[in-house]
């Protein structure tokens, strides 16, 4: 049998279970060139160097050094290092999350065809076992063609569901476990920059005035460590 007569051979069914098919080749080959863009985009060398720039306190460079740079991760320590005197860490968190916002994109459908296939597989199923005691109930088994046809849509739709699932979570496996990946090494050198700054910062800034030594804003007076004329024996 040809392929397209096993598709129609698998009953009404199998047009969702093929919407469901072109969806998460859609999304799979979306996100495969979304993490190829992702790894040519990479520069590793620069992250160590604006950590050694940070150290330094040489932020101008940093800036000149990170705004030709596409990498996710240098983007989030430029956007730390831009606002190193609002708050850094806050700063870097919203970058953060704005690029995991880029990465989950379109996985919710993967995870949605994932769990729908099995079930219009087995909703086919139900329809195929229908058909063929609808069948059984009309024709006997005077005829065993009409009631294997129903058993043949049941199973192809079966088969079908579940091989869309079983394609589609290796691929979301692997997805969601490169967007943990990021997601660890972001918070890596965000946390490595911000120690980095609060050491420099330490060190650079002056420590504040001691006014304890004041009292109610008046000053103490100078000891006269003179003695007076009575004074001498």
Not at 37 to 51: A, I, V
Not at 59 to 87: N, S, Y
Not at 100 to 121: C, E, F, V, W, Y
Not at 162 to 168: E, N, S
Request: aromatic fraction near 6%; charged fraction near 20%.
């Amino acid at each position: 049998m040809r392929l397209y007569e096993i598709f129609l051979s698998g009953g009404p069914v199998m047009w969702p279970l093929l919407l469901c098919s072109i969806a998460v080749t859609t999304v799979v080959l979306e996100r495969l060139f979304f993490w190829a863009s992702l790894d040519r985009k990479r520069n590793r060398p620069l992250m160590d160097e604006l950590l050694c720039l940070a150290q330094e306190g040489d932020w101008q460079t940093c800036k000149t050094k990170t705004e030709p740079c596409r990498d996710h991760v240098v983007r989030v320590l430029a956007v730390g290092i831009l606002h190193r005197d609002f708050d850094m860490a806050k700063a870097m968190e919203a970058e953060a999350n704005r690029m995991m916002q880029h990465m989950s994109r379109h996985m919710p459908i993967l995870d949605t065809m994932i769990t729908i296939a099995p079930l219009l597989g087995i909703f086919g199923t139900v329809l195929g076992i229908i058909s063929s005691f609808k069948m059984l109930g009309a024709g006997g088994i005077a005829d065993p063609k009409l009631v294997t046809a129903g058993i043949a849509q049941a199973l192809i739709t079966t088969a079908t569901g579940l091989g869309i699932a079983i394609v589609a979570v290796i691929p979301y496996n692997y997805f969601n476990n490169r967007i943990n990946n990021a997601i660890h090494v972001m918070e890596k050198y965000a946390t490595n920059l911000e120690v980095v700054y609060s050491k420099v910062k330490g060190i650079t800034e002056p420590e504040p005035y001691n006014t304890s030594l004041a009292s109610n804003g008046a000053k103490k007076a100078p000891q006269n460590h003179l003695k007076t004329p009575g004074m001498l024996q």
